[in-house]
């Protein structure tokens, strides 16, 4: 899954293959248009003066695509919370050259000090401010596995004459014990995923924080739910052109693939790290509390739909 989506010259991602909204395999809340970051600029500035307006306040973006978000959220702080902007380092963690580069493109009015890229968590000092991703930890690459009758065995990638097939393997590593140990009772022959890399980025980013302040958005899938006996075939998807694809394996690096988040295990994993747990809410909460009619992000004729109509997203 790591190679199909990142890697640098065939990966869905790493290659600029990705396409996003209405052209493209799916939508977000930030292809859509330039409500989500306005709001979300209104959040910041919110916590801006929350920490007691810092002088050296960042905004961290992981998963920032091709910079649309970041143009989004600097504009609305320009024009609704200039003395914010003032302060704000926006810096963007991106990994994939051909993104950063888009990116780069994207921000160029914003070219300078205010803008600034690292590679990895481990080039980002430590800072004061807010970690944002949309849409990112369900793109991480998770461990496939099914219960057997004997234990746990993991889900490997064969190829089965001109197509590749889904086959057991031995667990791949030590560090899937844990986790599967913290699953509930399932039959025989049901199957999930683990996502090991997510629990390991939200420790890395609480090391990196001075005031620790974290928001990210997706839906919260407790274990008792996220692993419910009618989702024995696990949640990995794969979509294309907006519709959603049946096999996973049928063309990678061509298609998008990704799989729900566990959020109880990332909050544990917070949790574990130092970070305390402000509350979990869902995208219809959120939207309804940025969308308030008191708020100046949204333009009064457009206030009535904001409340009205959900986003058309992937999952």
């Known amino acids: 899954m790591e190679r199909a989506l990142y890697d640098p010259q065939h990966g869905y991602y790493g290659s600029g293959w990705a396409g996003v909204g209405r052209g493209g395999d799916f939508f977000t809340n930030v292809s859509v248009g330039p409500l989500f970051g306005r709001l979300l600029a209104r959040q910041f500035a919110e916590i801006w003066t929350s920490l007691g307006e810092p002088p050296d306040f960042a905004i961290v973006e992981q998963g920032a695509h091709r910079g649309d978000f ?16 003032a302060a704000t380092t926006y810096w963007i963690v991106e990994p994939l050259a051909t993104l950063r580069q888009a990116q780069h493109e994207k921000l160029a009015k914003w070219a300078g000090p205010r803008v600034r890229w690292t590679e990895s968590l481990d080039g980002l000092p430590p800072f004061t401010g807010v970690h944002f991703s949309n849409e990112l930890p ?15 065995r993991e889900r490997g990638v064969d190829c089965d004459g001109t197509r590749f097939v889904f086959v057991d393997i031995p ?17 025989e022959g049901y199957e999930t995923e683990i996502n090991l890399a997510a629990p390991a980025w939200i420790a890395e980013i609480a ?30 998807s794969a979509y294309a052109g907006h519709q959603r694809e049946p096999d996973p394996l049928a063309r990678p690096g061509e298609i998008d ?9 990332l909050a544990e994993a917070g949790i574990a790290a130092g970070l305390t747990l402000a509350g979990f809410a869902d995208s219809t909460i ?22 009205s109509r959900p986003s058309c997203t992937r999952a």
């Open 257 to 265: 693939l990704t799989a729900h988040v566990d959020f109880t295990s």
């Open 286 to 307: 959120s939207w309804s509390g940025w969308g308030n009619s008191t708020s100046p992000a949204i333009p009064p004729a457009r206030k009535k739909s904001v409340r």
């Open 70 to 85: 970041a143009a989004d959220v600097l504009g609305a702080l320009r024009d609704l919370a200039p003395a914010c902007l």
């Open 138 to 152: 369900d793109a991480f690459p998770v461990h496939r596995v099914v219960r057997r009758a004997d234990g746990w």
């Open 171 to 187: 667990l791949s590593t030590d560090a899937l014990n844990p986790a599967l140990a913290h699953l509930p009772a399932v039959p």
């Open 207 to 236: 090391a990196r924080f001075a005031t620790r302040v974290h928001s990210g958005h997706r839906l919260r899938l407790p274990p008792p739910r996220y692993y419910r006996p009618e989702r024995d075939q696990g949640t990995l």
